[in-house]
Nanobody, 127 residues
Framework: QVRLVESGGGLVQAGDSLRLSCAAS????????LGWFRQAPGKEHEFVAA????????DYHDSMKGRFTISRDNAKNTVYLQMNSLKPEDTAVYYC????????????????????WGQGTQVTVSS
């Protein structure tokens, strides 16, 4: 079991940056592959980014490549999402998720591949 708590969301203007953090409980943080998803009002969850247990493999939604960066600090039990050049269409609730029992290089892009979820943090980008 792992408990995830996101932070760092807020209201920003288009072009600004934000860094989201997701802190995990437990001593086995490095057993989990991690991902970020988002959900805009009236829409389904959308994959944002993922990172492997080792941190050596990452993937991004095409629309976020070059703007967002996912990273993890296993010593701090934390995964980050650095978001630059934010756009109004990035407005959503952002969730971090963890998937256990995966190889060190596995990453997942589907919501169904993740077992544990945080409560989400709101990001609002004004034009």
């Amino acid at each position: 079991q792992v408990r995830l708590v996101e932070s760092g969301g807020g209201l920003v203007q288009a072009g600004d940056s934000l860094r989201l953090s997701c802190a995990a409980s437990g001593r086995t943080f490095n057993w989990y592959a991690l991902g970020w998803f988002r959900q805009a009002p009236g829409k389904e969850h959308e994959f944002v980014a993922a990172i492997s247990r080792s941190g050596g493999v990452t993937d991004y939604h095409d629309s976020m490549k070059g703007r967002f960066t996912i990273s993890r600090d296993n010593a701090k039990n934390t995964v980050y999402l650095q978001m630059n050049s934010l756009k109004p269409e990035d407005t959503a609730v952002y969730y971090c998720a963890a998937s256990g029992l995966r190889s060190s290089t596995w990453i997942g892009v589907q919501k169904s591949e993740y077992n544990f979820w945080g409560q989400g943090t709101q990001v609002t980008v004004s034009s």
